[in-house]
């Protein structure tokens, strides 16, 4: 008796998920939350079997309420409650939010079987990683802002977890962007599946190898309408010079702003390099899911709108 009393002194509990006229207590490691065995059950399938057996004299209590023990993180658990009892905390796009909050509540919402939420949390997530290239390009879209490195790890982490398949070719291309050393070196590195980190491995290259591609448009010789031949063809092999400089990790983000170019080469030359550019940033994003091993996006974007049917 004197050690659970000593353990008990050591919990925490969570101010906002305190509810004093509430009846269950849920436990997360040392982190404690009381709140409504009524409105969870109604919410969660997984809590309400859980919670229709009787309670028996040999079952944890803490101030005359049950406890049940959570095997998550208390920040997770944190995230999922008040997202439950707090209507105001998570609320759907454009609504802006975190992306640790996202993934927190999309783990815990799939695995207690809370519809509203999961499919909450994955219409969060599409706005980062869409699969749509017109989507992709439209800067300031993102309910929530990302570091890159660290965040494409947690969001390939949990949405293979959850089967958010549709989400996994962005997050892959994202997480490509950074140098492999830094990869191996992040903390979330080993938080990974074993195929997501063979995937990683084996795709890092292809990214990148799919860059030249989508680059060259400046090597192009648009002979037959070009204007000003003797200039287009000088900028051209100077620039072509420079190649070391291009960013091979990025070829859907390179050259979205064309002004730089107007005074270099001619109108014609501009405008066909544009279009080969558009052109062959548009197959790249077509192929973009078989570069990571994964279905097309015609079978991605079922599995996304399946996922955003509201269940029973």
Same mark, same amino acid.
């Given at each position: 008796?004197?050690?659970?009393?000593?353990?008990?002194?050591?919990?925490?509990?969570?101010?906002?998920?305190?509810?004093?006229?509430?009846?269950?207590?849920?436990?997360?490691?040392?982190?404690?939350?009381?709140?409504?065995?009524?409105?969870?059950?109604?919410?969660?399938?997984?809590?309400?079997?859980?919670?229709?057996?009787?309670?028996?004299?040999?079952?944890?209590?803490?101030?005359?309420?049950?406890?049940?023990?959570?095997?998550?993180?208390?920040?997770?658990?944190?995230?999922?409650?008040?997202?439950?009892?707090?209507?105001?905390?998570?609320?759907?796009?454009?609504?802006?939010?975190?992306?640790?909050?996202?993934?927190?509540?999309?783990?815990?919402?799939?695995?207690?079987?809370?519809?509203?939420?999961?499919?909450?949390?994955?219409?969060?997530?599409?706005?980062?990683?869409?699969?749509?290239?017109?989507?992709?390009?439209?800067?300031?879209?993102?309910?929530?802002?990302?570091?890159?490195?660290?965040?494409?790890?947690?969001?390939?982490?949990?949405?293979?977890?959850?089967?958010?398949? =549709?989400?996994?070719?962005? %997050?892959? +291309?994202? @997480?490509?962007?950074? *140098?492999?050393?830094?990869? #191996?070196?992040?903390?979330?590195?080993?938080?990974?599946?074993?195929?997501?980190?063979?995937?990683?491995?084996?795709?890092?290259?292809?990214?990148?190898?799919?860059?030249?591609?989508?680059?060259?448009?400046?090597?192009?010789?648009?002979?037959?309408?070009?204007?000003?031949?003797?200039?287009?063809?000088?900028?051209?092999?100077?620039?072509?010079?420079?190649?070391?400089?291009?960013?091979?990790?990025?070829?859907?983000?390179?050259?979205?702003?064309?002004?730089?170019?107007?005074?270099?080469?001619?109108?014609?030359?501009?405008?066909?390099?544009?279009?080969?550019?558009?052109?062959?940033?548009?197959?790249? =994003?077509?192929?973009?899911? %078989?570069? +990571?091993? @994964?279905?097309?996006? *015609?079978?991605?974007?079922? #599995?996304?709108?399946?996922?955003?049917?509201?269940?029973?």
């Amino acid at each position: 008796m004197q050690q659970l009393a000593s353990e008990e002194s050591e919990l925490i509990r969570v101010p906002e998920l305190w509810f004093e006229d509430d009846n269950l207590i849920l436990r997360a490691e040392n982190h404690i939350f009381r709140v409504s065995k009524g409105v969870l059950a109604a919410r969660s399938s997984v809590f309400r079997d859980m919670l229709s057996f009787s309670a028996t004299d040999g079952d944890e209590q803490i101030d005359g309420c049950p406890v049940v023990r959570l095997h998550d993180s208390p920040m997770d658990v944190t995230y999922f409650l008040r997202a439950i009892f707090d209507s105001a905390f998570f609320e759907p796009p454009p609504a802006k939010t975190e992306l640790a909050v996202i993934l927190g509540i999309v783990r815990l919402s799939h695995k207690y079987d809370v519809h509203f939420l999961r499919r909450r949390a994955l219409l969060h997530l599409d706005t980062g990683f869409p699969t749509s290239l017109a989507i992709y390009e439209v800067s300031g879209s993102e309910t929530f802002a990302s570091d890159g490195l660290d965040d494409a790890l947690r969001a390939i982490s949990v949405s293979s977890e959850v089967g958010a398949t =549709w989400l996994l070719p962005t %997050a892959f +291309y994202f @997480l490509c962007y950074s *140098d492999m050393r830094d990869i #191996l070196r992040s903390p979330f590195w080993p938080l990974l599946a074993p195929l997501d980190q063979e995937t990683t491995i084996v795709s890092y290259t292809k990214q990148r190898t799919a860059c030249p591609p989508v680059l060259p448009f400046l090597r192009i010789p648009f002979t037959e309408g070009c204007t000003s031949l003797d200039r287009c063809s000088a900028y051209k092999e100077a620039y072509l010079a420079d190649v070391g400089a291009w960013n091979m990790s990025d070829p859907l983000g390179s050259y979205r702003d064309w002004s730089p170019f107007e005074s270099k080469i001619c109108d014609y030359c501009l405008k066909k390099s544009e279009e080969y550019h558009k052109t062959a940033r548009a197959k790249l =994003w077509d192929e973009l899911p %078989a570069v +990571y091993g @994964l279905p097309g996006w *015609d079978v991605l974007e079922k #599995l996304k709108a399946e996922a955003q049917v509201l269940e029973p």
